[in-house]
């Protein structure tokens, strides 16, 4: 399964989780700041996820060592480029896994 870590700094614009087009039937969003998982590189703060670029736009909060995960709709596939991130604590992030 393809993984890959996104991180991101405090007061900054929400970031894509990908900036090209990766497709996926599910992925799996972790709230961690290192490829090694929560337990290692736990974040000190929340990490807030969402579908738009706008600030204050994320509305899935995650604590640190979280883990959500999504399923593309039934025959479709989501794309992670269109997931936004947005940290309270500079170099907080999440790492993704996915299908």
């Known amino acids: 399964m393809p993984n890959f870590l996104k991180t991101s700094t405090q ?4 970031v894509a989780l990908s900036d090209v087009t990766k497709n996926y039937r599910k992925c799996t969003i972790i709230a961690c700041k290192a490829l090694t998982g929560p337990t290692a590189a736990p ?5 807030y996820l969402g579908r ?3 600030a204050n736009q994320q509305p899935l909060e995650m604590q640190p060592g979280d883990e959500r995960s999504f399923d593309a709709a039934p025959g479709g596939m989501g794309d992670l480029a269109g997931l ?8 907080d992030g999440v790492v993704v896994e996915y299908t």
Do not use: E
């Open 11 to 14: 007061g900054a614009a929400p």
């Open 43 to 47: 974040n000190t703060g929340v990490v």
């Open 52 to 54: 738009s670029a706008t």
């Open 84 to 91: 936004f991130l947005k940290v309270a604590t500079t170099g």
